[in-house]
Structures are given as structure tokens and as C-alpha cells.
């Protein structure tokens, strides 16, 4: 078993009073499981990346590794005696060694060996598409092969972790792909849990066994993809995984933890909502573009409202939409290319109430004017 | 699934559970802390102490004296008055050459920095040495020619004057304000002299009213570090003053040496010497600072050079005689010196190579002078680079408490002229029952001391280009701190080590300020026995030892150059691909 078990977690770098990098972090990463940390950048996923991997000591809380106490305010296991691997942003392979000296570096460490160091490093190698490319030097490889050969330094130790520092972000849109999906089966196959730390919600979506939507410090949720975006915890995550409207609403009446509310004027929806919705509470609802659905000719039979199209970005597999309903309201439509519309069309629109998400609204934060359909990704 | 065979070390039972770092690593940092304690911070503090130390308990007696003694006041006078005029002789060679260069579309640019980088490398008693023989009242080859031979007495110079002084340390320090004004010149943007322009100034009228003011700061930094080390070098006044009784402060704290030696006073004067020193030195890193501040051009900057058209070839005659002055006229004396039997007007009839034989086979002098100075410049360099590099470690790698102190400690030296630090060892070992006046030992500290600044720049420089996940990556495999800095940190900052390394090497290989005062028969070095040997009046032997001297520096300068363009297995300069990305 290697799992990490985060208890209070708490570092500032400004000495004590500055600003914490993360606050209050508990976390449990189970054995063989492909966890992400994720979160804008800033945000403490990093910090927390680099107290799991020793080389930043806590102001607060425990770390354990494999049961162990590995990290705590008075006591900080080094690095080089924690056994994990890490891959590195900007990959950190060593531009004075080959692929092989790379590579074959922690098995030297651990004494293994020539001849078994030799049969380790070809099947690391062999593992991450490399062969024959073992005597090169990182400057003679491409951004995509260095950073395989990053994976393979870290997977030749057979560590029980792998810390990731967004390995992908120096990578081309096509071979970030092609990579993600190699990264999943490695972690697949060789069963080594990893932790991986990314601001790109849509990688942390693709690879994860669970995400930890980390922000401005604090663990804002943890859970399956699934549910991180289809019920965010909180309105920050909801605006985080991806694109959103975010709506004022009003509760009309509640009952069994289901609530009808009122959007602007004369629109009501009824859906599920935790805790104890008061009638006349003010909330917000998250309401995903895609999650709306746009018809023209209008359904005679089925309610619906009318909005007008204002606006229409192609993108190649979506077309995005801008509509405005009648009371004014704007909303982020997404449809499949083949529903097309033209600016100026009235439209009927259909929101699938099952897919939204409903968000208190602190009452100091009333005053704040909404902010809608503000997307997150790149 | 996680396979037996991966490796948990039993952490915790390597050093305490108090202690952050492993064991190594302590002692190392603490040694260099150490090291740099025992060169740098006790000699001083012995000196302030011996500086106070009278007759009974603590006086100010030797800061009276050296305050009111009219022997004193005179060598400080004449120090300010060496320093001030090389100064401005400094500016008058230096900024032309830097103009012509950077702004202009002189001919032969190439030569102008030659010229620059030549001068500052020969060491200035040897060209001292150079126009005595040239410029002697008596027997110096040129005043001769111009006395005897051609009949213009009034063509004669007296090198033994200040002005003849002035002469010499002027053209070891010009190069300081020729580099800081081309570079500032080069940073200055083209646009802010367009616009003087447009609006309907002259080429002149905008160089003096627009780029003047813009590089007035790199002009007066330069001017001070010109001055800075104008007044620091022992070997041309000695060899330059001493005749024509112009004592200066180094030359006058070397007599307080004299039986019975006056530790307290030379304490006291050499305290003096820092105190002006350091305050150049401030005064300097404050106009730098300014100079960012006024040229701040991005990387926007673009030069427009200037067509002079026929004008550029004065100045290109302007700087081919500061090459036939600083650089022709020396070393061709030198070299006909050293290969004459007899040095005089008829020298070419005899022309002999016994003079080398003899510095190199026949006296054991010059032979251990030469051994001596190659085995210190070496274990020096080496000792101040892997110093340098573990403070320069602790400075960008650690966030340990003192860290800034540390590398302040590191600089002090820049600020200290090589007999202070000469006069600072003395006062530190000679209270210490070890006696180490008169070996090597003691030389070896006093270059460790005085150039270790050069080793933690270099090392500072080439370790901030390395991206720390290259280390942290070698820590997280496994590997202990000792083993990150022998395989990953040590083989990536070699480049920049080695040049340091050079940086070091030369300036040790001609030092004579610290050594003069240092050295005994035994422990004898190759400029002490240039310096010997001609106040013993071997004029011929001494050229030829002042062109083993060179020789040496050449070498060293070409496989510093053959190493520098040399990519072993066609790597990469690693520092500049560090943590290269895609």
C-alpha cells in the first residue's frame, strides 16, 4: 500500500505571517489511484506537490507516505530517503548525461546491478517509445521525447509515487494528447499511484481517478471527475471546471431537498438543492452550455422559453452561442455543428434542470454583481 | 502494482532528528563559512584591533600619527593626486576609444577593444619596468636617442615623476572606463539621440547634451574603479616613485616594514587606504545603480552608428598610438631588452638568448620564483573557484538565515588593496603560535583572500542559470547532497567555474602588492623576483623573467579561449541549455 495521507497541511513562505501558499489541507490519495491536483495557478498546488515530496518543510500538519510519517513542522524526511519519483515542468533531465546516464542514474544510486540496471533501463526505455534513442543527448531530442525520458528516469526506480508538476504544459496541443493517453496507461499498467498537479481542467478531467480542485490555498473539492463538474461543490469549482452560467435565482419553495427557483423574471426551474433552502433565500444556479438546448421551429407541446441569438462562434467540433432571453438574461449555449442558427433568431430554449447545480450566496456577498457564463479553460 | 524491489530507505537514523540536513552538507557549508571567517573577517579585524593597539592598552596614537605625520599626509596627498589624474587621463583615453567603438563607424573596431584588453592584462610594474628602460633621465633608450643622437634634449621625459607615473597606471586603467562606457553607450537607444536630432540638433550638440548626461554614470563608475586600483598597485610606484622620492601610501606602509617594523601605524594607514578605497567603491556601485535607471531601453535597443567620415580616421590614428603606447612600446623594449647582452643605443649588434638561460636554467632564484608562482596560481585558483562555488551555493540555493552577510563577507576583499591585505595577515598570524610568516601557506591565503571574490561570482553567475529541478530531480531518485553537487550541479557549472578559475589564475600569476610583503627566500614568487632583480640592477635578466611572466598569462589566456569554444562530445554549453524546455 502507498497511499499519502495529508492531515492540516498549512505553509506560508513569507515567514509565518505572510500569506499561506496552502491552508488547512487534509487529503487522502488512495494506493494505485491517479490523482490530481487542480487549481489556477498560484493556488497552492504546487507548494502542496513539493511538500509531498520533502522538499519544503510544513508550518502545519502531517504528511504520511505508505503509512509513515514522512513530513511535520519539527521533522522532515529528505527527498533522496522518501523513495518516490517526480517529473518536473520543465523536465530536468540532466543536459550533460544521454538518455541512457539519464535514466540508469537511480539504479546506480540503489546499487542494482550493471547487467540488471541494463535490462531495467531498455524496459523503461522500451516502455516510453524511446529505443534507440539511448546514446543521445537531451539537446539532440525533441520537447516531447526529453520529457519521456523524464517518465522513464522516475519509472526505472519503480517508485510507489510518482509526483507530476504539470508534465504536459511545455507540449503541443497534439502531443499533450497523444501523451495523456500514454500517462493513463502507464498508470494503468504499472500501478504506481500518482499525483499530478495541473490548471488545466480538461487533462484533469481526461486522467483522473479524483480531482482536488484546489484554490487560493484551500481544497475546495474532492471527487470523481463526474462529479467535480457535474456537481461542483461550490460556485468557484463550478466556474473552474470549465464553462458556466452562473445565475441569480431566487427560491420560491423547497421541500425534500428539492427547490423550484425563480431565474430573473417570470422563469422558474425545479431542482435539487442540499441543506435547508428557505422560500425568498437568494442563490445562484449553474446552468453548463451544453447543458441548454436550442430549438427552432419551436416544440409545440414541450414549455419552454424564447431568447434571441445575439452572437456565434464556430469552433470546429461546437458551435457557441450567445442568446438573450426576454427579460434580458444572457446566456452560453453550445450545440452540436449541425443545429444551426443565425444571429437574430428567436429560439426556443430547453435547460435540462437534472444537470445544474445550485449555490448559496453568502449574504455579505449579495451586493456582488453576477458574474455569468465566464469560461475557465485555456 | 508496487514491486518489492522499490526502495524505502529507513529514513531518520542519518543525523538527528533535529537536524534538517544531513551530515555533509553542514559540514561543508560550515567549513566554507569558516574558511571565509579565517581569510577574510579575522585578518581585518586583527588589523582594526593592531590599528588601536599602543604602548599600554588602546590608543588612537597611530591614527595621530598617521593623520598629522608629515610623511604620511604627503604619501596620502600623493596618492589622491595618482588616483585623480590617472582618473582623468583614464577618461580621456577610455571614452573616445569607447565612442569610436559602440556609436561611430571607425575602422578596425576590433582593434580598439584588442587595445582595451591587452592593456588591462599587463601587469603595470612590468610596463613600469618597460619605460624605465625607455624613459630613464640617463640611460633610458629614447632619451638618449633624443639627447644625444638626434640633438632635441627638450624631446626628453623623466619617467621618474609623477607625471611619468600617471603615464603608466593610466594605461592599465583606461580599459575600466572604455568597458563600462561602450557598454552603456551601446544601451543607450538610438531613438532618445533621433529625437535631439529631429529637433534640429548637431551631431555634436546631441552627443554632448543627450548621450553625455545618459552614460555620465558608467563614465564616473568606471572613473572610480580606475582610481580605486590605480592607488593599489605597489609595483609602479615603487618602481616609478621610490627614484623620484614620490611615496605613496603603498610604498610607505611597505617601509614601515622596514627594521624595526611599526605594525600599530601600518595598521592604522592601511585602515586609511580601505576607508578611501571602500568609499569609491560605494560611490561607484551607486552611480551603476543609477545608470540602469537612466538607459532603460528593453530590448528595444537599437544604435544607429554614426558616419564620421574622414574625422574617423583620427580617431583610428588616436587609438592605434594608445596600442603603440600602451602595448607596442612596453613589450618591444621588454623583448629587446631581454635579448640584448648590454641594453643601449647599439643593443641589436649583440643580440643573445643567455638571459633566458639564465632566469630559467641558471639561477635557482627565478627557477622556484617561476615554480612557486605556478604552483600557488594553480592551488589558489582551485581552492577560491570550489569555495566560491559552495557560497555561491548557500547564497541562491538555501534559504539559510545570514546568507546575504555571507556573500557580503565574500566581496569584502574587492575593497582591500593587496598590502592591506598583506598588512592583515601579518597582524593575524603573527598573534597565532603557528608560524606560517614567510612560507607558502601564507601567500596562499593572502590570493584566496584577495580573489575570492571572482570565484563566488562565477560560481553565483553559472548557478543561477541552472533551473534547481535539475537538482531537485537527482535529490528525489535518491541521490544525497553530496552526489547532486559531484554529478549534476559540479559537471553543469564547470563552464563557468573554469573561467573563473582563469579569472583568478592570471591576476595571482603577476601579483606583487600582498606578496612584496609576504614572501621570505623560500617562499619566493615570480613578480617578487622581478621586482628583486631589478632593484638589484639586472636590467637584461629582468625583461627576460617580465617575458616568462607573460608567457605564462598567454598560455593560460589561449587555452582559456581553446576551452571556451571546445564542446566536449558537441554538448552544449550546459548552463545555457539547463532545464531546457521544448
Not at chain 2, 152 to 172: E, N, Q, R, S, Y
Not at chain 2, 464 to 491: F, K, N, Y
Amino acid at each position: 500500500m502507498a497511499g499519502i495521507t495529508i492531515r492540516g497541511l498549512s505553509k506560508s513562505y513569507a515567514g509565518d505571517a505572510g500569506p499561506a501558499a496552502i491552508s488547512d489541507l487534509s487529503l487522502d490519495i488512495a494506493d494505485n489511484q491517479f490523482v490530481t491536483l487542480l487549481g489556477p495557478s498560484g493556488c497552492g498546488k504546487t507548494t502542496t506537490l513539493r511538500l509531498i515530496a520533502g522538499f519544503i518543510t510544513p508550518d502545519a500538519g502531517t504528511i504520511h507516505a505508505d503509512d509513515r510519517l514522512v513530513s511535520s513542522r519539527e521533522h522532515v524526511v529528505p527527498p533522496e530517503e522518501r523513495g518516490m519519483g517526480m517529473v518536473f515542468q520543465n523536465y530536468a533531465v540532466w543536459p550533460h548525461k544521454t538518455v541512457y546516464e539519464n535514466i540508469v542514474f537511480g539504479l546506480k544510486l540503489r546499487n542494482v546491478s550493471a547487467r540488471e540496471a541494463r535490462a531495467r533501463v531498455d524496459n523503461a526505455v522500451a516502455l516510453v517509445n524511446l529505443t534507440g534513442l539511448e546514446d543521445r543527448l537531451p539537446s539532440e531530442l525533441s520537447g516531447g521525447q526529453q520529457q519521456r525520458v523524464a517518465l522513464a528516469r522516475s519509472l526505472v526506480v519503480e517508485p510507489k509515487i510518482l509526483l507530476l508538476d504539470e508534465p504536459l504544459s511545455n507540449l503541443d496541443a497534439k502531443l499533450r494528447e497523444r501523451m495523456r493517453g500514454e500517462l493513463k496507461q502507464l498508470q494503468r499498467r504499472t500501478g504506481i499511484t500518482f499525483v499530478y498537479v495541473t490548471h488545466d481542467q480538461a487533462e484533469a478531467l481526461a486522467l483522473s481517478d479524483k480531482i482536488a480542485v484546489i484554490h487560493g490555498g484551500r481544497l475546495q473539492q474532492f471527487g470523481t471527475p463526474r462529479d467535480v463538474y457535474s456537481r461542483p461543490a461550490s460556485r468557484v469549482v463550478a466556474d473552474f471546471m470549465g464553462l458556466v452560467n452562473l445565475l441569480p435565482a431566487t427560491v420560491v419553495a423547497a421541500e425534500n431537498g428539492r427547490a423550484r427557483l425563480r431565474i430573473g423574471t417570470g422563469w422558474t426551474m425545479e431542482v435539487d438543492m442540499a441543506g435547508t433552502p428557505r422560500p425568498g433565500q437568494t442563490v445562484e444556479v449553474a446552468i453548463r452550455p451544453e447543458s441548454i438546448r436550442l430549438q427552432l421551429p419551436a416544440p409545440a407541446e414541450q414549455p419552454h422559453l424564447v431568447a434571441r441569438i445575439s452572437e456565434s462562434t464556430f469552433l470546429g467540433n461546437i458551435v457557441d452561442y450567445h442568446v438573450v432571453l426576454e427579460d434580458n438574461t444572457a446566456l452560453r449555449v453550445q450545440t452540436h455543428p449541425l443545429e444551426q442558427f443565425a444571429i437574430g433568431d428567436a429560439v426556443a430554449v430547453q435547460v435540462d434542470a437534472g444537470q445544474c447545480s445550485v449555490f448559496e450566496v453568502p449574504v455579505l456577498d449579495q451586493g456582488e454583481p453576477s458574474r455569468e457564463a465566464q469560461g475557465a479553460g485555456e | 502494482m508496487p514491486s518489492a524491489r522499490s526502495l524505502r530507505r529507513t529514513g531518520g537514523n542519518r543525523g538527528g532528528r533535529w537536524l534538517r540536513l544531513p551530515r555533509l552538507e553542514t559540514c561543508v557549508m560550515s567549513a566554507a563559512v569558516l574558511a571565509l571567517v579565517v581569510l577574510v573577517v579575522l585578518p581585518l579585524l586583527f588589523l582594526l584591533v593592531g590599528s588601536f593597539r599602543g604602548e599600554e592598552g588602546l590608543s588612537l596614537e597611530h591614527f595621530a600619527e598617521a593623520l598629522t605625520g608629515r610623511l604620511y599626509l604627503q604619501a596620502l596627498r600623493n596618492s589622491l593626486v595618482l588616483g585623480a589624474w590617472t582618473g582623468f587621463f583614464s577618461i580621456l583615453i577610455g571614452l573616445p576609444m569607447a565612442w569610436a567603438v559602440s556609436r561611430t563607424n571607425v575602422p578596425a573596431p576590433g582593434l580598439f577593444r584588442v587595445t582595451a584588453t591587452l592593456a588591462y592584462l599587463s601587469p603595470p610594474f612590468l610596463t613600469a619596468i618597460a619605460y624605465v628602460n625607455l624613459f630613464s633621465p640617463n640611460a633610458g633608450l629614447i632619451n638618449v636617442l633624443m639627447r644625444d643622437v638626434a640633438g632635441v634634449p627638450w624631446l626628453t621625459f623623466d619617467i621618474f615623476t609623477m607625471g611619468g607615473l600617471v603615464l603608466v597606471t593610466a594605461l592599465h586603467t583606461f580599459p575600466f572606463v572604455f568597458l563600462l562606457a561602450s557598454s552603456a553607450l551601446q544601451s543607450v537607444d538610438a531613438s532618445y539621440e533621433e529625437a535631439a536630432q529631429i529637433l534640429g540638433a548637431s551631431k555634436l550638440r546631441t552627443a554632448l547634451r543627450v548621450t553625455l548626461p545618459l552614460i555620465a554614470p558608467a563614465i564616473l563608475a568606471g572613473t572610480l574603479l580606475a582610481f580605486v586600483n590605480a592607488i593599489a598597485l605597489f609595483g609602479s610606484q615603487a618602481i616609478l616613485g621610490l627614484p623620484g622620492r614620490i611615496v605613496t601610501l603603498p610604498t610607505r606602509i611597505y617601509a614601515l616594514f622596514d627594521y624595526p617594523p611599526q605594525y600599530g601605524l601600518a595598521s592604522a594607514l592601511s585602515l586609511l587606504f580601505i576607508l578611501i578605497t571602500v568609499a569609491a567603491l560605494y560611490l561607484q556601485h551607486r552611480f551603476l545603480a543609477r545608470r540602469s535607471y537612466v538607459t532603460v531601453a528593453g530590448k528595444g535597443a537599437r544604435s544607429q552608428l554614426i558616419d564620421l567620415g574622414p574625422v574617423r580616421w583620427l580617431l583610428f590614428g588616436f587609438c592605434v598610438l594608445v596600442f603603440v603606447v600602451a602595448i607596442v612600446l612596453p613589450y618591444g623594449a621588454l623583448i629587446a631588452v631581454s635579448l640584448s647582452k648590454s641594453w643601449g643605443l647599439s643593443f641589436w649588434q649583440n643580440l643573445t638568448l643567455a638571459n633566458y638561460r639564465f632566469v630559467l636554467f641558471e639561477y635557482n632564484v627565478t627557477q622556484r620564483a617561476i615554480l612557486n608562482s605556478l604552483l600557488l596560481a594553480t592551488l589558489a585558483a582551485t581552492i577560491a573557484v570550489l569555495l566560491g562555488a559552495v557560497i555561491g551555493w548557500i547564497d541562491v540555493r538555501t534559504r539559510a538565515p545570514g546568507r546575504r552577510l555571507l556573500d557580503y563577507a565574500a566581496l569584502v576583499p574587492l575593497g582591500l588593496p593587496g598590502i592591506v591585505m598583506a598588512v592583515a595577515l601579518i597582524q593575524f598570524w603573527l598573534t597565532l603560535p603557528i608560524a606560517l610568516y614567510g612560507t607558502l601557506a601564507i601567500l596562499l591565503l593572502a590570493y584566496v583572500g584577495r580573489y575570492i571574490p571572482l570565484g563566488v561570482r562565477a560560481a553565483n553567475t553559472s548557478l543561477r542559470q541552472i533551473d534547481p529541478s535539475l537538482e531537485e530531480s537527482a535529490r528525489v531518485l535518491g541521490a544525497s547532497w553530496g552526489r547532486t553537487l559531484r554529478e549534476i550541479t559540479l559537471p553543469l557549472i564547470r563552464p563557468g567555474l573554469f573561467a573563473g578559475w582563469l579569472l583568478v589564475f592570471v591576476p595571482v600569476i603577476q601579483e606583487l602588492s600582498a606578496s612584496i610583503l609576504l614572501f621570505s627566500s623560500s617562499s619566493i614568487t615570480l613578480a617578487v623576483a622581478v621586482y628583486n632583480l631589478y632593484e638589484t640592477g639586472y636590467t637584461e635578466p629582468v625583461a627576460a623573467l617580465a617575458m616568462v611572466n607573460m608567457a605564462i598569462i598567454g598560455v593560460a589566456l589561449l587555452a582559456a579561449n581553446w576551452l571556451a569554444s571546445e564542446r566536449p562530445h558537441g554538448r552544449p554549453p550546459a548552463a545555457a541549455r539547463a532545464g531546457a524546455t521544448a
